[in-house]
């Protein structure tokens, strides 16, 4: 809520445009009615002309607005009937809100999208009887829709809703007449159509991965990386071990990215001979005076603008003083469209060099993105060698980081590194900012190339086995009549460890990721052939053909993982 004036709307019919655009639109009825004696104005300036008592029974925080002095009508326009005041939400939020509070017909909420912004203002406005209805209708809808029912209580910050949805999902996994099925069940009982088999249960995550698959990822949006973490790791231990909180504290800042008091640049680093000549504007209301040379010498963007600003404030103030400490107005002034705490860290890095490089993940990952979009080159190079770094030893972390500030490239390098590790159960703080849909299409990559791997690592080994058959078959009866045991080819390191290897890159339980042992010794010690004298051409042979495996594995998994593309928002 922003003011509360008096005010005259337009009259409006639906299909009959406004006859004044640049007066508000009237919402339809019953919010149009001579009787109301106050208006809520939404933010796409719809006027709903409500009833005091009414919205104060409703809402204990309208009841406590309305009971101040009201304002004299003297001094306000003599065509005004009511009181307005300005709320944040839009006209289909606040009329179905509105609906609920009045003794009038509901409208159903059944989109995801149409109930969180509504269940979000009640909340916000303490009405306890719309807050009461949404969340019994949400408990009641859950044992049908989990997913939803949980997306929306993460989404409203309802520890208790998204408990009860998580229940009934793990409900419907584990019982034996679940109506859900992985895809290739289902259509296997389409081809039987003669047998009726019992349904049998699946894992938590497995029948997560079908209701995503069903109601799509969409339903992620708007959620955090790290409430969906704990949703997973939840249904991964299921019910008797799960954590206790599913969702973040509301408000709470995240342990990489805290919310700090106003940064301040360390007056040692800004020189003040000569004085300082520049005044940067960030939205959040910091101000730092800054040389303008400095500016020039490391962003030519900001340096074009600063000429620009510079020639507007000269022909306004041709006589101007030079600025004083504490003259605002007197001095060069640019607005940038980056957080003071972020300004902060860039100048720190301009005046002092390297070594005010941040060492944290989330600040460094703010400044090499702000470097880079004012075309600070040597910032940028600095900064993006103190991050290779950072990235190298918390990979997970660096690429929610890398997402949240739009450093795409980053981001794919930094999703790289995650397959070289075990990502099921791993958390970092940065995905208390991140968002769910990052951390989904992650999850997706990580699958994705280990199928990938899996399946080149078999066609590779596949193609030197036939060599190796070919080649070995001349001594194959000889080593018949001799020995009890044939000579193992190259397949079996392929149907036993190769396979193993591929199922040790799992989302859904820990592994060692694509950090394969592909060496000659690993192959040989995982075969089961024994070497026979007889044999010994073929034995040599089948080293070979090891070697050869050996040797060209490492780059059939490079160029597995090349052909997966990270989808990134």
């Given at each position: 809520?922003?003011?509360?004036?008096?005010?005259?709307?337009?009259?409006?019919?639906?299909?009959?445009?406004?006859?004044?655009?640049?007066?508000?639109?009237?919402?339809?009825?019953?919010?149009?009615?001579?009787?109301?004696?106050?208006?809520?104005?939404?933010?796409?300036?719809?006027?709903?002309?409500?009833?005091?008592?009414?919205?104060?029974?409703?809402?204990?925080?309208?009841?406590?607005?309305?009971?101040?002095?009201?304002?004299?009508?003297?001094?306000?326009?003599?065509?005004?009937?009511?009181?307005?005041?300005?709320?944040?939400?839009?006209?289909?939020?606040?009329?179905?809100?509105?609906?609920?509070?009045?003794?009038?017909?509901?409208?159903?909420?059944?989109?995801?999208?149409?109930?969180?912004?509504?269940?979000?203002?009640?909340?916000?406005?303490?009405?306890?009887?719309?807050?009461?209805?949404?969340?019994?209708?949400?408990?009641?809808?859950?044992?049908?829709?989990?997913?939803?029912?949980?997306?929306?209580?993460?989404?409203?910050?309802?520890?208790?809703?998204?408990?009860?949805?998580?229940?009934?999902?793990?409900?419907?996994?584990?019982?034996?007449?679940?109506?859900?099925?992985?895809?290739?069940?289902?259509?296997?009982?389409?081809?039987?159509?003669?047998?009726?088999?019992?349904?049998?249960?699946?894992?938590?995550?497995?029948?997560?991965?079908?209701?995503?698959?069903?109601?799509?990822?969409?339903?992620?949006?708007?959620?955090?990386?790290?409430?969906?973490?704990?949703?997973?790791?939840?249904?991964?231990?299921?019910?008797?071990?799960?954590?206790?909180?599913?969702?973040?504290?509301?408000?709470?800042?995240?342990?990489?990215?805290?919310?700090?008091?106003?940064?301040?640049?360390?007056?040692?680093?800004?020189?003040?001979?000569?004085?300082?000549?520049?005044?940067?504007?960030?939205?959040?209301?910091?101000?730092?005076r800054v040389h303008a040379v400095i500016l020039l010498l490391h962003s030519?963007?900001?340096?074009?603008?600063?000429?620009?600003?510079?020639?507007?404030?000269?022909?306004?103030?041709?006589?101007?003083?030079?600025?004083?400490?504490?003259?605002?107005?007197?001095?060069?002034?640019?607005?940038?469209?980056?957080?003071?705490?972020?300004?902060?860290?860039?100048?720190?890095?301009?005046?002092?060099?390297?070594?005010?490089?941040?060492?944290?993940?989330?600040?460094?990952?703010?400044?090499?993105?702000?470097?880079?979009?004012?075309?600070?080159?040597?910032?940028?190079?600095?900064?993006?060698?103190?991050?290779?770094?950072?990235?190298?030893?918390?990979?997970?972390?660096?690429?929610?980081?890398?997402?949240?500030?739009?450093l795409t490239a980053h981001a794919r390098l930094a999703a790289r590194k995650?397959?070289?590790?075990?990502?099921?159960?791993?958390?970092?703080?940065?995905?208390?900012?991140?968002?769910?849909?990052?951390?989904?299409?992650?999850?997706?990559?990580?699958?994705?190339?280990?199928?990938?791997?899996?399946?080149?690592?078999?066609?590779?080994?596949?193609?030197?086995?036939?060599?190796?058959?070919?080649?070995?078959?001349?001594?194959?009866?000889?080593?018949?009549?001799?020995?009890?045991?044939?000579?193992?080819?190259?397949?079996?390191?392929?149907?036993?460890?190769?396979?193993?290897?591929?199922?040790?890159?799992?989302?859904?339980?820990?592994?060692?990721?694509?950090?394969?042992?592909?060496?000659?010794?690993?192959?040989?010690?995982?075969?089961?052939?024994?070497?026979?004298?007889?044999?010994?051409?073929?034995?040599?042979?089948?080293?070979?053909?090891?070697?050869?495996?050996?040797?060209?594995?490492?780059?059939?998994?490079?160029?597995?993982?090349?052909?997966?593309?990270?989808?990134?928002?």
């Amino acid at each position: 809520m922003a003011r509360r004036t008096k005010s005259k709307s337009n009259e409006a019919t639906p299909g009959n445009p406004s006859p004044d655009p640049s007066l508000p639109t009237v919402a339809p009825h019953p919010f149009n009615q001579a009787s109301a004696d106050i208006t809520l104005r939404t933010s796409d300036r719809v006027d709903f002309h409500v009833h005091s008592q009414i919205l104060s029974q409703a809402s204990p925080m309208f009841a406590d607005m309305l009971s101040l002095p009201q304002p004299s009508s003297a001094s306000q326009d003599t065509n005004a009937v009511r009181p307005v005041i300005d709320v944040a939400e839009d006209s289909k939020t606040l009329g179905r809100l509105l609906r609920l509070c009045y003794p009038i017909k509901k409208e159903s909420l059944d989109m995801l999208d149409d109930v969180v912004p509504v269940f979000q203002a009640a909340m916000k406005y303490d009405m306890e009887w719309p807050v009461s209805t949404l969340t019994a209708d949400l408990v009641s809808n859950a044992p049908r829709s989990p997913l939803r029912t949980w997306a929306v209580a993460s989404r409203c910050g309802m520890e208790d809703l998204a408990q009860k949805a998580v229940e009934s999902i793990l409900k419907k996994a584990t019982s034996p007449l679940s109506q859900f099925r992985i895809h290739w069940e289902e259509e296997e009982e389409k081809e039987e159509e003669d047998e009726d088999p019992i349904p049998t249960p699946i894992s938590p995550l497995s029948l997560l991965k079908t209701m995503l698959d069903e109601q799509g990822k969409e339903v992620l949006r708007g959620i955090s990386a790290a409430d969906y973490f704990r949703l997973r790791e939840y249904l991964r231990a299921g019910d008797g071990h799960a954590t206790t909180r599913l969702l973040s504290p509301p408000n709470s800042p995240s342990p990489s990215n805290p919310t700090p008091e106003r940064p301040a640049l360390q007056d040692a680093l800004i020189f003040s001979s000569p004085p300082p000549d520049t005044l940067l504007r960030c939205p959040d209301g910091l101000k730092i005076r800054v040389h303008a040379v400095i500016l020039l010498l490391h962003s030519p963007l900001l340096g074009e603008r600063l000429r620009a600003a510079t020639d507007s404030s000269a022909s306004l103030r041709p006589n101007r003083p030079a600025a004083t400490a504490d003259d605002d107005t007197e001095s060069v002034s640019l607005e940038v469209d980056i957080d003071g705490a972020t300004l902060s860290a860039l100048l720190a890095v301009v005046y002092g060099g390297n070594a005010q490089l941040p060492s944290d993940c989330h600040a460094l990952g703010a400044v090499l993105a702000a470097a880079i979009r004012f075309g600070m080159a040597q910032v940028t190079e600095s900064a993006q060698g103190r991050w290779d770094s950072l990235s190298a030893t918390s990979p997970l972390e660096a690429y929610f980081v890398a997402v949240e500030h739009g450093l795409t490239a980053h981001a794919r390098l930094a999703a790289r590194k995650v397959l070289e590790r075990s990502i099921a159960g791993k958390y970092v703080p940065a995905m208390e900012s991140g968002t769910a849909l990052a951390y989904h299409h992650l999850l997706e990559y990580y699958q994705t190339c280990a199928r990938t791997i899996d399946a080149r690592m078999k066609a590779a080994v596949a193609s030197r086995t036939s060599d190796f058959t070919r080649t070995v078959d001349q001594d194959r009866y000889a080593y018949g009549l001799s020995c009890s045991r044939s000579l193992q080819g190259p397949a079996y390191v392929a149907q036993t460890y190769l396979s193993s290897l591929g199922r040790t890159m799992d989302t859904d339980s820990p592994g060692v990721g694509c950090s394969f042992d592909l060496t000659l010794s690993a192959l040989l010690g995982k075969s089961s052939s024994v070497w026979p004298r007889c044999t010994a051409s073929g034995c040599q042979r089948y080293v070979e053909v090891l070697m050869k495996i050996s040797g060209e594995l490492p780059q059939v998994v490079a160029d597995a993982i090349a052909e997966v593309q990270l989808e990134i928002e």
